[in-house]
């Protein structure tokens, strides 16, 4: 965890400026629970796996206000014995901060987004992974980063960044069997992804932090195809192909593929991707 200056003065609570409670507030959009009960009676809580306790403690000790954490063996869908901990945080003033930055009560998967003021962006979007996603390896030996959320504002932003991180461009959908997305990035785009979220010192889950630091061990095998990243489309390329509006003319004006201009068309039309701007 970065350490602040000694003669610093303490951050203000859930100041997204400052990367550990960036990083709470990611994890507390995918994994807490807000809940509002009569009158001003409330409670913000957040159960995970015991293994993980020393993450709720860090939030605890972020946190200028009362909490408390306790532990239940409870019988779930996936384990007889699960053993879980439990951080709750019962203030008035704590609740209403995190739901005006956009924590919002009661059942809240689709409707989170990224927050609407400045905010550490790859600490939040550490967060929301270390919660909601997954660090490891693929069957193949190479690595992996992935997020699973019902919130599309979250998926298309993860999206975004990795395109300005790595110039790989990735677009969502969600699985027909529960209409959630699960967003991959492997190989070496999960070791640069990787590399930028989970920097030294940060606020991580520490099993999640030891997967990452063992990514600079990869190296992509000899006999393993490299795919080149995806040519991104211009503005002026879009307006050229609404103009035309015919695939097998703009794959040759743009020298692009028919299936690319189709593909790229389907998306302008249906709103997938914005418009460009000046038509």
Not at 152 to 165: D, E, I, N, W
Request: proline share 5%.
């Amino acid at each position: 965890m970065a350490k602040r200056e000694p003669n610093a003065l303490p951050p203000q609570f859930m100041d997204l400026e400052v990367p550990e409670y960036a990083y709470m507030f990611g994890f507390l959009q995918a994994d807490g629970h807000l809940s509002q009960e009569a009158g001003q009676k409330g409670r913000l809580s957040v159960e995970i796996n015991v293994r993980d306790i020393s993450i709720l403690r860090e939030f605890q000790r972020l946190t200028p206000y009362n909490s408390t954490i306790s532990e239940r063996t409870r019988a779930t869908n996936f384990a007889e014995n699960h053993h879980s901990a439990m951080w709750s945080l019962y203030s008035l003033e704590a609740r209403t901060k995190l739901n005006q930055l956009g924590l919002p009560y009661g059942r809240k998967s689709k409707t989170i987004t990224p927050p609407r003021v400045e905010f550490s962006r790859r600490d939040y979007l550490r967060g929301v992974i270390d919660a909601d996603g997954a660090v490891g390896y693929c069957k193949d030996g190479s690595p992996y980063i992935s997020l699973t959320t019902a919130s599309t504002a979250v998926g298309v932003y993860l999206c975004r960044y990795v395109r300005q991180l790595t110039g790989i461009q990735r677009f969502i959908k969600r699985n027909t069997r529960d209409k959630i997305y699960n967003i991959p990035f492997t190989r070496e785009t999960a070791q640069a992804l990787g590399t930028d979220l989970y920097y030294p010192g940060c606020l991580a889950l520490e099993r999640k932090q030891a997967a990452v630091d063992s990514f600079t061990s990869w190296e992509r095998p000899a006999g393993m195809r490299a795919v080149s990243g995806r040519r991104l489309w211009k503005e002026w390329e879009d307006r050229i192909l609404l103009q035309l509006s015919n695939d097998a003319t703009a794959a040759k004006e743009l020298g692009r593929t028919e299936k690319s201009c189709h593909l790229r068309l389907w998306r302008l039309h249906t709103g997938q991707v914005p418009m460009p701007s000046g038509r």
